[in-house]
């Protein structure tokens, strides 16, 4: 058994004895392995729910992007464009606001550190929507844009929404 190599063990079965090379990660850890080990599970799976949200909040960009690229917008597509980045806008605006009553509800402190994702995200589609807006339905013309704001008061309240 001396004349053997020392990373070699020996296993006594029925069959005689197994030669087995050590278990990886035994003795001294890597780096990797020890900052794997002392990763606390519930901040990997919040790192895991914000990429997929991230991911999530990016397909409908990808897909006006798309949707402009290959010409599929439609007859009007700066209405398109209009309509749903507003909409995204608002449809993220309401993820971020519910966040702070489901977790007072339910008492899962965990869920604030889910919520800045879709707020920068909201605040992305919303300054989209006002580019798209200024740049491409009434090209920085801002004597229409005040004859519009005189005609569609719900104008001045987005604009009022977005400064503040």
Not at 10 to 24: D, F, K, N, S, W
Not at 77 to 84: F, G, I, K, N, R
Not at 151 to 158: E, H, T, V
Request: proline share 7%.
């Amino acid at each position: 058994m001396s004349s053997e190599a020392p990373h070699i063990r020996h296993l006594a079965g029925a069959a005689g004895p197994v030669r087995r090379p050590p278990t990886p990660g035994h003795g001294a850890a890597t780096p990797l392995l020890r900052s794997l080990l002392a990763m606390d599970t519930l901040q990997a799976r919040i790192d895991l729910a914000n990429r997929i949200s991230f991911a999530l909040c990016l397909l409908p960009f990808l897909y006006l992007l798309w949707g402009a690229t290959v010409g599929t917008l439609g007859v009007n597509p700066v209405e398109t464009l209009t309509a749903t980045t507003g909409t995204w806008s608002l449809r993220l605006l309401w993820l971020t606001l519910c966040n702070t009553p489901l977790r007072n509800f339910t008492g899962w402190n965990w869920l604030i550190r889910l919520r800045r994702i879709p707020a920068l995200f909201c605040f992305f589609y919303a300054c989209l929507h006002l580019l798209t807006y200024l740049v491409f339905e009434h090209e920085f013309d801002f004597v229409e844009i005040v004859a519009d704001m005189a005609q569609k008061p719900y104008l001045i309240a987005g604009g009022l929404a977005f400064l503040c």
